[in-house]
């Protein structure tokens, strides 16, 4: 009995130090060496998961791909996950992604990549 509330104590302690460090959010570099913020505006239900969580400052204004990206540079590592891809048959605008490419949506502006060396093709701004 001695032992199992010593676990859970020492579970409990860790826990409670842990966590501050787990929730501080990561600050990135960008090429220009200015450091952006992220921005977690409310829960509202109105606006796409996506863009409730990854909303960037940059420069005191928002991040907008389709003016402060080029085709050809690399895509930022926070935007290679899943969350962000976009199903082209949903949009018009959109042409097929070929072989290793993949629509993707930041901010509102569609972005068309290659997954492999997840570099910029092509930009849309909406």
Avoid: C
């Amino acid at each position: 009995m001695k032992k199992l509330v010593q676990a859970g104590l020492f579970a409990l302690t860790t826990a409670v130090v842990a966590a501050p460090a787990i929730a501080a959010p990561a600050t990135h570099a960008h090429d220009n060496n200015s450091h952006a913020q992220n921005v977690h505006p409310g829960n509202t239900y109105g606006q796409q998961h996506s863009e409730q969580r990854h909303r960037e400052v940059v420069q005191d204004r928002v991040l907008k791909p389709s003016r402060d990206w080029k085709a050809g540079q690399a895509l930022p590592s926070r935007y290679y996950g899943k969350g962000y891809t976009v199903d082209h048959k949903r949009y018009k605008h959109l042409s097929k992604p070929g072989k290793n490419q993949r629509w993707i949506r930041v901010n509102g502006d569609y972005i068309l990549i290659n997954t492999v060396n997840h570099s910029i093709l092509k930009m849309i701004a909406d």
